[in-house]
Every structure is written in C-alpha cells, then in structure tokens.
C-alpha cells in the first residue's frame, strides 16, 4: 500500500473524520484566546480552568447516574463548561477586587478542583481512573454530538475572540488607558475570562485538561519569534495551532502514542527549532537601506509601552 493510499484510508474512516475536524477546530481557536492570555501574564490560568472543569466532569458524571441516561458520561462535557464557566469568572472576580493575589487564586482552582473531581466521581460510582481520559485527552471517544457541540464553541471563541481583538487588546495591553478611553474593561475582562472557559472545554478531548494550556500558550509562543505585531502573531499562533493538532493526531493515527501527548510535544519542538533559527534568519535577512528598525512592523506592536 502507498503512502497516498494510507492517507485516503485514514480520511474515509469515520472516526478521524471526526477526530480531524474537532483536532482542527480546537488548534485554530485554542491560540487565540491564548494570544490574550499571553498578553496579560496569565499564562497558567488555563491550567486553573482545566482543574475546576474536572470537578464539572464528575459532576456531569453525577448527573447522569441520579438521571439515568444511556451513557453515563453524557453530561460530562455540559458540567466541564458550567464549572469552567463558574470557575474563570470567579477568578477574575477576586483578581479584580483585589483580594488575594493572582497566583493565590490560581492555585486554589488548582488544587480544589482536582481534589473536588475525585471526590465526586466516587459519588458517581465511578473511580479516578475514569477521569484519566478527561486529564489527557480522549479524541476516540469523540461522537457526532461532540463534533457538533465543538463546532458551537468554537465559532463563539473565534467570534469573540477575533471579532473583538480590538477592544480586548486595549484591556490587555492597558487597562488604565483603556477605560479612560470608555471601554468597558469590566465586562471585557469577563469576557475573557468566560472565552477562555469555552476554549478549555473545547479542547479536552483532544489534549486533555492537564495540558490544555500548552495548546493555548505554545502556539503564540512560536508566533511571536516570528512576527511583533498583535494581529499577525494571533494569524501565525492559530495557523501553528492547526498545523500540530492535525499532525499529532495524523501520527498518532499509524504509530501507538497518546494524541494530546504528541500534539504538545510537535508544538514545543517547533518552539525550540524556531528559537534556534531565527538569529540565523535575522542574520541573513538583508536590510533596507536607511531603517535602523527591520524588524518593526506597521501595525500594533505586541511591545509597545504600557502608560503609567
């Protein structure tokens, strides 16, 4: 069999049918709520999301037992967004009124909502290692109902999270200069907070909720090696998204390895192979004449200066 007829194989079988298109739904939107979390220094608050979400998964798991549906674990992925959504609005809340510190908070989410999972699923009559597949992906398990429900919440996230780049890049650049300007920086940062939510969720089958925050992080990471600008690096970070979702799980597809495992581990190798090359392609790349500044681009600087 060639190589041409192996991948035909591969996009007739009904199951990577599936897997694709969610895998490639969640690397495009994943990295643009990311590219925002990047800008406001809250890199990690993805991990804190994806702990609170596993305490929804089990409550979903709990749900079902009490309401006795075919599958037990139907309403895991409603309970992973209500916690989710909970979880990432209570945390901008006590981050904006000021009353502990940022990484207080996060480790909070951290460790209740890992602890909160395994004590509710033993509620459930389940055990935790029912809640390994949630922790690092489960992309064989997809269904058509998740495809459709994945294809929702990402249209949200890509809706507000390009549609608004705008009015959130100037609540995540600058918050004092933005509501001076009358931007409702409150509610944006809600937003935020809740879009952010949604991405986790929606890319728990693929990589798992422990290393949903690389996904969301590493890709932007990569773009902006490659670019300085807010809009192009967003373009570059979602472009990168889809690329390592698809091939991880196009791997994965003919050799035994964990999809979410391999997905995170293409994205850091093109992290450190671009961090390699790129003095060398600064080096090469010929200068125009009279421009002290090559490498400034035309449009919103990713380092331009916050006012005091």
Same mark, same amino acid.
């Given at each position: 069999?060639?190589a041409?007829d192996?991948?035909?194989?591969?996009?007739?079988?009904?199951?990577?049918?599936?897997?694709l298109?969610?895998?490639?739904?969640?690397?495009?939107?994943?990295?643009?709520?990311?590219?925002?979390?990047?800008?406001?220094r809250?890199?990690l608050?993805?991990?804190?999301?994806?702990?609170?979400?596993?305490t929804?998964?089990?409550?979903?798991?709990?749900?079902?037992?009490?309401?006795e549906?075919?599958?037990?674990?139907?309403?895991?992925?409603?309970?992973?967004?209500?916690?989710?959504?909970?979880? @990432? !609005?209570?945390?901008?809340?006590?981050? #904006? $009124?000021?009353?502990?510190?940022?990484?207080? +908070? *996060?480790? /909070? &989410?951290?460790?209740?909502?890992?602890?909160?999972g395994?004590?509710?699923?033993?509620q459930?009559?389940?055990?935790?290692?029912?809640?390994v597949?949630?922790?690092?992906?489960?992309?064989?398990?997809?269904?058509?109902?998740?495809?459709?429900?994945?294809v929702v919440?990402?249209?949200?996230?890509?809706?507000?999270?390009?549609?608004?780049?705008?009015?959130?890049? @100037? !609540?995540?650049?600058?918050?004092?200069? #933005? $509501?001076?300007?009358?931007?409702?920086?409150? +509610? *944006?940062? /809600? &937003?935020?907070?809740?879009?952010?939510?949604?991405?986790?969720?929606?890319?728990?089958?693929?990589v798992?909720?422990?290393?949903?925050?690389?996904?969301?992080?590493?890709?932007?990471?990569?773009a902006?090696?490659?670019?300085?600008?807010?809009?192009?690096?967003?373009?570059?970070?979602?472009?990168?998204?889809?690329?390592?979702?698809?091939?991880?799980?196009?791997?994965?597809y003919?050799?035994d390895a964990?999809?979410?495992?391999?997905?995170?581990?293409?994205?850091?190798g *093109?992290?450190? &192979?671009?961090?390699?090359?790129?003095?060398l392609?600064?080096?090469?790349?010929?200068?125009?004449?009279?421009?002290?500044?090559?490498?400034?681009?035309?449009?919103?600087?990713?380092t331009?200066?916050?006012?005091?």
């Amino acid at each position: 069999m060639t190589a041409v007829d192996e991948v035909l194989g591969m996009l007739s079988d009904p199951f990577m049918q599936r897997a694709l298109i969610v895998a490639a739904l969640v690397g495009l939107s994943a990295p643009v709520i990311g590219t925002y979390l990047v800008q406001r220094r809250l890199a990690l608050l993805g991990d804190g999301i994806g702990h609170v979400a596993l305490t929804g998964v089990a409550l979903g798991w709990l749900a079902g037992t009490w309401l006795e549906v075919a599958r037990q674990d139907a309403l895991a992925l409603p309970g992973a967004v209500l916690a989710a959504v909970v979880g @990432a !609005v209570a945390i901008e809340v006590v981050r #904006a $009124r000021g009353r502990t510190s940022g990484d207080v +908070a *996060l480790a /909070l &989410l951290f460790y209740g909502g890992i602890a909160g999972g395994v004590l509710i699923i033993g509620q459930a009559g389940g055990t935790s290692a029912n809640l390994v597949g949630y922790l690092f992906g489960s992309i064989s398990t997809v269904s058509t109902s998740d495809v459709w429900l994945t294809v929702v919440l990402s249209a949200v996230v890509l809706a507000v999270g390009v549609g608004l780049r705008t009015a959130l890049f @100037a !609540v995540s650049q600058d918050e004092e200069f #933005a $509501r001076a300007g009358g931007i409702p920086v409150r +509610a *944006l940062n /809600l &937003l935020i907070a809740v879009v952010a939510a949604l991405t986790v969720t929606v890319a728990m089958r693929v990589v798992g909720l422990l290393l949903v925050s690389a996904l969301m992080i590493v890709p932007v990471a990569v773009a902006q090696l490659m670019a300085s600008s807010f809009h192009r690096t967003m373009a570059i970070a979602m472009t990168i998204g889809v690329v390592v979702t698809v091939s991880g799980l196009s791997i994965t597809y003919w050799e035994d390895a964990a999809p979410g495992a391999m997905i995170v581990v293409l994205a850091i190798g *093109l992290y450190a &192979l671009t961090a390699v090359l790129r003095p060398l392609v600064r080096r090469l790349r010929p200068r125009p004449p009279g421009d002290p500044h090559p490498q400034l681009e035309d449009d919103v600087q990713l380092t331009a200066p916050r006012t005091t």
